[in-house]
């Protein structure tokens, strides 16, 4: 058996193993094909060690897989195949993949509800004590003298008294009352309610609507994950977050876009291909 024969009877037949031995033959490590991927380094190994399980619904892994397979120069369409073919042995995955934090290990202690109830509740009892003592405790005024239950004619409001003396009208009759009430009434609305109706300052606001299934990643001007989910068909997705904002969707001819409710046109992936990613700002996309 001369050398190419060789090679081809010891190449890989799982498709995790062929993605591994082709990236050590490239020279690459784990952390390069993560960041050329936007992907963790978890879900790299996971690829490798055929872990379909961790990476959610077959379509996000046949997606990875494709752009893995691309990205070493592999055919897609091989490794797609070997992959079908190793689920028949594997257990159904989940629906919605796990999120980048999910897979990343903890990084902050997680303080148990009691806990916080407990500190709520003297933070309260602490504000309630501290008024007291500035303003000390009135009870409310029953209007009734010497335990008659008949309410003197005479008593009204100080500030009726002032207005007394000052030879005006007593609000405090039915008039005065009635036109206190419509006063409030006719206030107009509190500023700032419709301000905090819309979308926050700094953030843009973006409308997916899915005429097909589509997996979508969304990462905010920080990084921070936005959206990292399976989009069904005859579905909408609605996400703000801080501009600029990083879009990939799997499978671009099928999801429609708006930006602060202004329909926008999605990029058209590269030839060949379904996954586009593109930068979205406060106006459209990011030039």
């Known amino acids: 058996m001369n050398r190419p024969e060789a090679e081809v009877a010891e190449l890989p037949t799982d498709p ?3 993605l591994r031995r082709q990236r050590e033959l490239a020279g690459l490590a784990l952390q390069q094909v993560a960041e050329r991927l936007n992907l963790d380094v ?3 190994q996971a690829l490798e060690s055929d872990d379909y399980a961790a990476l959610g619904a077959p379509v996000f892994v ?3 897989i494709r752009r893995y397979a691309s990205l070493l120069g592999l055919p897609a369409d091989e490794i797609l195949g070997a992959y079908d073919r190793s689920r028949a042995q594997l257990a159904p995955p989940t629906l919605v993949p796990k999120s980048r934090v999910e897979m990343a290990p903890p990084r902050r202690l997680v303080v148990p509800q009691w806990v916080v109830a407990g500190a709520l509740v003297l933070i309260v009892a602490a504000g309630i004590a501290a008024y007291v003592n500035e303003f000390g405790l009135h009870l409310p005024d029953t209007g009734v003298v010497g335990g008659t239950g008949v309410a003197p004619e005479s008593m009204a409001p100080v500030g009726a008294a002032a207005e007394a003396a000052d030879g005006s009208s007593v609000p405090g009759s039915a008039e005065g009352a009635e036109q206190g009430s419509s006063a409030s009434l006719a206030d107009p609305a509190t500023p700032g309610v419709e301000a905090s109706a819309g ?3 700094g953030q843009v606001s973006l409308t997916f609507v899915f005429a097909a299934d589509s997996w979508i ?3 905010d001007g920080s990084g921070r994950s936005v959206l990292y989910d399976l989009g069904k068909a005859g579905t909408e997705r609605a996400v703000a977050g801080v501009a600029p904002l990083s879009v990939t969707l799997g499978n671009a001819p099928g999801v429609s876009l708006a930006v602060n409710g ?3 046109t999605v990029p058209a992936p590269s030839s060949g291909e379904t996954v586009a990613r593109f930068g979205v700002v406060a106006d459209g996309l990011q030039r």
Do not use: L, Q, S, W
């Open 16 to 18: 995790g193993a062929r």
């Open 42 to 44: 978890v879900a790299v």
């Open 62 to 64: 046949r997606g990875h």
């Open 199 to 201: 979308v926050p300052p």
């Open 217 to 219: 990643e969304v990462y």
């Open 262 to 264: 202004k329909r926008i």
